[in-house]
């Protein structure tokens, strides 16, 4: 029977790679998206996982801090969607981190990597088929980079579509998008199957509890809901911006065509969707009035 548990779900993400007794499976996350010379080996969990900021917490919350045994900074996220203005919040975070090591008097020297990691359920560049961006601080001419302060990286989940039959043969950062976008698919014996390695291990034994009848099923259904409240609510607002441009393009329209001043687009963007209405169907009645 499929486990039912989508780690795209906040609690079930939080609880897998910000929970201390589960860092193998966030060293497994980190080391598969830096493949840096020399692996992660530890790592401690700055924001750990726990229950109270769940029963509490309106928003979505999905992401985990964390500290390696060199002193990296690292932050890993994932986002239902795409907004405006993500990948300069990455940056932010990424800076943030970056700036908040020194105290007062401290050396730049001792300053040590910054790292934001997103994952994003939807497609940030729809003209690439690249899934992983990797930014750094380069120098365009030469392809020198600024040292290895600051990095941000955006993995497109959408963009990967790897089978059973493939996933074997797949790299650790295309199983671990398998495994975030397929593990409610699967029972937790044939997830093993899939992905052997000892992080996905830790990982599936973390889903196999929340799908068991517990606090935290419960948990992992109420925020489930509140994802699909989310996501419709942002589905809403977009449908709502878009009659709200034509109501508006409408009423510039009969504007003119009553040789009045259309008014600015900013000013009607602060009338709801039923003032523009009332105000297009009274301009109307007065051009019908007009040409009648």
């Known amino acids: 029977m499929p486990l039912g548990i989508s780690p795209l779900v906040d609690f079930a993400f939080k609880k897998i790679f910000g929970s201390p007794e589960n860092v193998q499976a966030l060293i497994g996350l980190l080391n598969a998206v830096l493949c840096l010379e020399h692996p992660i080996v530890s790592v401690e969990i700055l924001n750990p996982f726990n229950y109270q ?9 999905l992401d985990v801090r964390a500290r390696d045994t060199t002193g990296r900074m690292l932050n890993v996220e994932l986002q239902v969607a ?10 932010y975070y990424a800076c943030s981190m970056y700036v908040e090591q020194l105290e007062r008097g401290d050396d730049y020297h001792r300053l040590c990597s910054a790292i ?8 940030l560049h729809r003209g690439s088929a690249q899934a992983h961006h990797w930014y750094q601080m380069v120098d365009r001419e030469s392809g020198r980079t600024f040292g290895d302060g600051i990095e941000v990286h955006t993995v ?13 043969e797949a790299s650790p950062l295309e199983q671990w998008a398998f495994f975030l976008l397929n593990a409610h698919r699967y029972d937790a014996d044939r997830l093993r199957e899939l992905l052997p390695a000892v992080e996905f291990q830790t990982a599936i034994i973390v889903v196999e509890r929340i799908a068991e009848k517990t606090e935290d099923r419960v948990m992992y259904d109420q925020r489930e809901r509140a994802i699909r409240d989310y996501e419709w609510s942002i589905a809403s607002a977009r449908d709502e911006g878009r009659e709200q441009g034509f109501v508006a ?11 009045e001043p259309p008014q600015s687009l900013s000013d009607l ?20 009035d007009r040409l009648a």
């Open 53 to 61: 900021e769940f029963k509490e917490a309106k928003q979505i919350i």
């Open 82 to 91: 795409a907004f405006p203005g993500l990948l300069q919040r990455l940056t």
């Open 116 to 123: 934001s990691i997103c994952f994003v359920n939807q497609n």
């Open 156 to 168: 497109e989940l959408p963009k990967y579509n790897f089978r059973e039959e493939t996933i074997a």
């Open 249 to 259: 393009g409408q009423i510039q329209l009969t504007q003119d065509l009553l040789d």
């Open 269 to 288: 963007q602060q009338l709801s969707i039923e003032e523009l209405n009332q105000l297009l169907a009274e301009l109307r009645t007065r051009l019908h």
